[in-house]
């Protein structure tokens, strides 16, 4: 399986971004597409994923704020990140696994998000 992630960039706080990530290859074999976060010096964390059905997982400093979406005809993941803060500002990494409670086996590249006035 392969993940190419686009979208990121620089934006002002409480502007809004919009990942994509498309998985292509052995697509028949993953279930929950997502993504994950990292900053220099700390682990990497979830952000969202997203199961072929609609099961979500959030990470609590997101919820209401982030939505996660996915079209199954495109292979595709879509994270539409509202109200974002400096806190925000990471390297975001596409993930595709069997569930959504964990991260899968499956990283694209990453793409960096800055939120800075």
């Known amino acids: 399986v392969q993940l190419q992630a686009s979208g990121g960039g620089l934006v002002q706080p409480g502007g809004s971004l919009r990942l994509s990530c498309a998985a292509s290859?052995?697509?028949?074999?993953?279930?929950?597409l997502g993504w994950y976060r990292q900053v220099p010096g700390k682990q990497r964390e979830l952000v969202a994923v997203?199961?072929?059905?609609?099961?979500?997982n959030y990470a609590d400093s997101v919820k209401g704020r982030f939505t996660i979406s996915r079209d199954n005809t495109k292979n595709t993941v879509y994270l539409q990140m509202n109200s974002l803060k400096t806190e925000d500002t990471a390297v975001y990494y596409c993930?595709?696994?069997?569930?959504?409670?964990?991260?899968?086996?499956?990283w694209g590249q990453g793409t960096l998000v800055t939120v800075s006035s």
């Open positions: 993930n595709a696994g069997l569930i959504i409670w964990q991260p899968g086996n499956y």
């Open positions: 997203i199961s072929i059905g609609g099961s979500t």
């Open positions: 290859g052995s697509t028949f074999s993953i279930n929950a």
